[in-house]
C-alpha cells in the first residue's frame, strides 16, 4: 500500500506587509499543479466521513476524483448539484470544523485541504466556462409560486433548490445588491464580490428571479404575499441588527457598530474613495471589540484604511475566540495588536463629543457560562486607559424585528430569532418556513445554506401535496 502523505499542499498568499496597505484577495488559490498533488492525497475512503460533515452534503471524494482525474467540467458538475455557491464556500466556510474535521486524514495529522480544492473548482468553472453557461437542464414547470425573503446564503440556497425542482421562485432582497452579508459585510480581500456576484448570477440563470430593493414587511406584509399568489413563503433575513455594550457613553462620535462600518467599507465602498465617496472615519488608533469573524474583518480592514494601530480587545482569551483559526493568524501577521482578557469600561470623549480614548478592565476566566466557554471575570482594580479615536464594536448581531413585528403567528424566541422546525425549516406559521441566522442567530454561511436546502425539500413535499 502506497505510504500516506500527510503534509497538505500550501496556498501562496500576499505577503502580510503588502495585503495590509490593500484590499485585494490575501490567499491566492491553487495552481493545477498545487490541485493535483492535494487531490492526489485523498485515500478515496468508502466511509465517506467528510459528506457527512458537510452540511449540504457535497460528494467530496468524487469532485476530488475527476479533479484527480483532470476532468474539471465533471468537477464543477459533482460540486453545483449539491452547492450552487462554491466559489463563497471554498473561501469562507469553516471546513476546519466541519468537512475538514470529519476527513479520515485528519485521525493521523492534516486533512485534505477540502476547501482550498472546491475553489479551485469554482474558479476554474469562472474562468473557463463561464459560471452561468453550463446549468441543468429546466425542469418541467409545477406552476407553483414562491416567495424568497433575503438573499444570503439561506435565501440563495433555498431558492437554488426549488427552482431545480421546477417551483417558480421569486426573492425578495432589501438592499440594492443580492448577497446578504457576503455582499455587505465580508470585505473584497476575503471574498471578491465579483465572485459572489458570478455565483448570484448562476442562481438567477436557473430561472430564480430576484427583486431588489424590496424590504418586505414595509412594501407587503407575509400574509399579503400569500394574498397576492404565492403558494410559499421561505424566510432567511438573517441578524442584521447590531448589539451594543449598552454604556450611554457609547453614544459617542467615531464609535460603529462593525455592521455600520462594514458597510460603508465594503457594500458603499469607502475603500475605493475617490471613485466612491462614502464617508468613512479613518482613525488613527483603533480599538475593534469582539473575537469573531466580524471583529477581524473589521480590524484589517481599518488597518487596510489606514489606521497606525489597530487592537483587537476582547475579553476571554485566543483559546475562545471564535473567528476561524487562519483568520486571527492573517490579522496577527498583519500587525493588529491582540489585547486579550481586556474589557471596555468606559468610552472616553472630548468637548466636541468625540470619542479619545478607552478605560478598559483587565478580565480573568472563571467558570464554564452556559455556552460552555470560561466566564470572564473583572479583575478588581486593573483599570488601565487606551488612547483610541475610533472605535468598532463587533460583539454580535441579532435578526431585525421588522418581520417578527407584522407577521402574526409567527413564533420568536427572547432573542429576536424565528421559531422553525430543525428538520424541516417549518414555522407554526402556515405556508412559511425560515432558516439561516434568522433561526439560529449569527451562525454561518454553511449552516445557513444547510438550513436553506432542508426548508426546500419540506417546502417541495408540501407543495407536492
Ligand atoms: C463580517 C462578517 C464576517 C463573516 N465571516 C464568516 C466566515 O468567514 N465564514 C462563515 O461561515 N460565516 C461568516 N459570517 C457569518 C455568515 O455570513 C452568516 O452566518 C450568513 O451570511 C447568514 O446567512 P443568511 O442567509 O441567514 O443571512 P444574511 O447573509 O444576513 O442575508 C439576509 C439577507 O436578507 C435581507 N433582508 C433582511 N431583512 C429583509 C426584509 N425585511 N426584506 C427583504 N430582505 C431582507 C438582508 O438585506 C440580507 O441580504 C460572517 C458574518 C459577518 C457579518
Given at each position: ?17 503588502k ?47 475527476a ?6 467540467p465533471?468537477a464543477?458538475r ?9 466559489g ?6 469553516p471546513?476546519?470544523?466541519?468537512c ?23 474558479d476554474?468553472?469562472r474562468?473557463?466556462m ?23 446564503p ?5 431558492a437554488?433548490?426549488?427552482a ?56 407587503a ?8 399568489g ?22 459617542l ?6 455592521n455600520?462600518?462594514?458597510t ?12 466612491y ?15 469573531g ?6 480590524a ?16 476571554r ?9 487562519e483568520?486571527?493568524e ?30 478598559c ?8 457560562d452556559?455556552?460552555?466557554?470560561r ?27 421588522l ?56 417546502m ?6
Amino acid at each position: 500500500m502506497a505510504k500516506l502523505n500527510l503534509n497538505r499542499v500550501a496556498m501562496s498568499r500576499q505577503a502580510p506587509k503588502k495585503r495590509a496597505k490593500n484590499f485585494n484577495e490575501v490567499a491566492l488559490g491553487y495552481s493545477w499543479e498545487q490541485a493535483q498533488e492535494e487531490a492526489s492525497r485523498c485515500i478515496q475512503c468508502p466511509k465517506r466521513n467528510c459528506v457527512e460533515g458537510c452540511p449540504v452534503e457535497v460528494d467530496i471524494p468524487d469532485f476530488i476524483k475527476a479533479i484527480r482525474e483532470d476532468d474539471m467540467p465533471e468537477a464543477v458538475r459533482i460540486l453545483k448539484s449539491k452547492n450552487a455557491l462554491p466559489g463563497i464556500c471554498g473561501r469562507v466556510c469553516p471546513q476546519e470544523t466541519q468537512c475538514e474535521a470529519t476527513c479520515t486524514l485528519a485521525k493521523k495529522e492534516a486533512p485534505i485541504a477540502i476547501g482550498r480544492l472546491e475553489r479551485f473548482v469554482a474558479d476554474w468553472e469562472r474562468a473557463n466556462m463561464g459560471a452561468t453557461k453550463k446549468r441543468p437542464k429546466s425542469p418541467k414547470s409545477t406552476d407553483k409560486k414562491i416567495a424568497v425573503v433575503g438573499s444570503g446564503p439561506a435565501g440563495l440556497t433555498a431558492a437554488a433548490e426549488l427552482a431545480r425542482l421546477g417551483h417558480g421562485v421569486t426573492i425578495f432582497e432589501a438592499l440594492h445588491v443580492a448577497g446578504g452579508v457576503l455582499m455587505y459585510g465580508i470585505p473584497e480581500f476575503r471574498l471578491p464580490k465579483e465572485i459572489v456576484q458570478a455565483e448570484v448570477d448562476y442562481v438567477a440563470s436557473l430561472g430564480v428571479k430576484i427583486e431588489l430593493d424590496s424590504v418586505v414587511g414595509k412594501l407587503a406584509t407575509l400574509d399579503e404575499i400569500v394574498a397576492q399568489g404565492y403558494d410559499a413563503i421561505f424566510l432567511g433575513t438573517g441578524a442584521g441588527l447590531p448589539m451594543f455594550m449598552g454604556y450611554p457613553s457609547e453614544n459617542l462620535n467615531g464609535i460603529y457598530s462593525a455592521n455600520e462600518f462594514l458597510t460603508r467599507v465594503n457594500l458603499m465602498k469607502a475603500y475605493l474613495f475617490p471613485d466612491y465617496d462614502t464617508p468613512v472615519k479613518i482613525g488613527k488608533q483603533v480599538a475593534v471589540i469582539g473575537g469573531g469573524n466580524v471583529a477581524m474583518d473589521s480590524a484589517r480592514c481599518a488597518l487596510r484604511l489606514g489606521a497606525d494601530k489597530v487592537y483587537i480587545v476582547y475579553r476571554r482569551s485566543e483559546a475562545e475566540m471564535p473567528a476561524r483559526r487562519e483568520e486571527v493568524e492573517n490579522a496577527m501577521e498583519e500587525g493588529i495588536e491582540f489585547k486579550l482578557l481586556t474589557n471596555p469600561k468606559k468610552f472616553l470623549g472630548n468637548e466636541q463629543n468625540w470619542v479619545v480614548g478607552m478605560e478598559c478592565h483587565e478580565m480573568e476566566l472563571g467558570e464554564p457560562d452556559e455556552s460552555g466557554r470560561r466566564r470572564p471575570v473583572v479583575k478588581e482594580g486593573s483599570e488601565f486607559t487606551i488612547d483610541v479615536d475610533e472605535v468598532i464594536v463587533a460583539l454580535g448581531t441579532r435578526p431585525n424585528p421588522l418581520i417578527a413585528s407584522t407577521t402574526p403567528g409567527l413564533d420568536t424566541t427572547k432573542w429576536g430569532t424565528v421559531v422553525a422546525d430543525e428538520a424541516t425549516g417549518k414555522t407554526v406559521k402556515d405556508r412559511v418556513w425560515a432558516g439561516g441566522d434568522i433561526v439560529t442567530g449569527a451562525a454561518t454561511v454553511i449552516s445557513a445554506m444547510g438550513a436553506g436546502k432542508v426548508a426546500a425539500a419540506d417546502m417541495d413535499r408540501f407543495l407536492r401535496g
